[in-house]
């Protein structure tokens, strides 16, 4: 049954390592991402502590706050920027008497909702199972509700009296046909020959099925979303007569759980396995350094390393309409751009580009750094396969 847009409140910690600033950009995501899965936030509320409090993880003090602020605005739901302590989300949920999410469960909801194919499906209930079995007690309480809102999509609506023994054995099935499905992956990514593979990694929302489509000239699903892509698509492209493969990845975030990341290790083989890594960047985002950051720990954490970069600096029109003064000219204006593709080009150390995927503005220029970088691989890689272009 379809539900209408949901109310939600938000809620950060803002303690000694992270400040105000930092804490208002990760609910500004986190708003974003309760957008995504169907809910539109009605009130943030932040507050600082020394550290997490055991029993509700803000003071009582705020919790009462939040619950006023509930009943006089019919409020469905509460989510919480941190994992919370099994314990410590039943306190909240009983003391406020909605649904309290946190951003974990928000985001297997998102997941849950996207994921397409069997072995997304798969990941998705692995990653919801592990993320619940902690959280079980006897009934999956979190689980209890029929109306299907945000946080209970999924393996819910057949687990309510599940219990932890046929969780645990459910979780081994899921990893078992998790293995055969990475098998047969392995075997579909010998038998596509020897061509090049190039993969496309970065910051969620940043913009990499809209390149993948101007590269492939594919139909690829392009929304501004966070996690608009869970599946990972392949195609085969060539630049003349030189042919290569590129394929799409889910989207890196701040604060993915690990288990999130064990789970979809699969569905990232794809950048594993790749020759060459192009990583797409919002050059218009106000955090972008840190995004980048964010994604070169995730690729480290999957042991991605040592593969050619080609940094691709996306939405370049944003950017100008963002920092560009109007009353620049046109030489000012280029003038400034070619001092930040320098600064970019040194910072980074290798390829650089700044483009627009959504224009095509620079695609040309991505084109011939990518082509070069490409026919650098094969000679290395696959030397005989020159002579057949």
Known sequence: MQRGIEKAIIVGLITPDEDEVTVEEYLDELEFLALTAGAKTEARFTQKLAHPNQRYFIG???????????????????????????????NLERKLKVIVLDRSLLILDIFANHAQTAQART????????????????????????????????????????????VRDRIKKLRDRLDKIELQGKTRRKNRGQYIRVALV????????????????????????????LDTTVRKVAFGTMPFLISDTVGFIRKLPHHLIESFTSTLEEAKESDILIHVVDISHPRYLEHIETVNETLAMLEVKDKPVLMAFNKIDLYRRKYFDDLLNENERASLEKELWDSLEK????????????????????????????????????PNRIQYW
């Open 60 to 90: 009582s003090g705020k919790v009462d706050e939040i619950r006023n602020y509930i009943v006089d605005h019919d409020i469905d739901m509460v989510v919480f920027d941190d994992d919370l302590s099994p314990s410590q989300n039943q």
């Open 123 to 166: 990941q998705v209930e692995l990653a919801q199972l592990q993320y619940l079995l902690p959280r079980l007690r006897g009934l999956w309480t979190h689980l209890e509700r029929q109306q299907g809102g945000i946080g209970t999509r999924g393996p819910g609506e057949q687990a309510i009296e599940t219990d932890r023994r046929i």
């Open 202 to 229: 970065g910051y969620t929302n940043v913009g990499k099925s809209t390149l993948m489509n101007r590269i492939s000239k594919s139909d690829v699903l392009e929304e501004n979303k966070l996690f608009a892509t």
């Open 347 to 382: 910072k980074y150390d290798g390829p650089t580009v700044l483009l627009s995927a959504v224009t095509g503005e620079n695609m040309q220029h991505l084109r011939d750094v990518l082509s070069a970088m490409i026919e650098t691989e094969y000679k290395t890689r696959y």
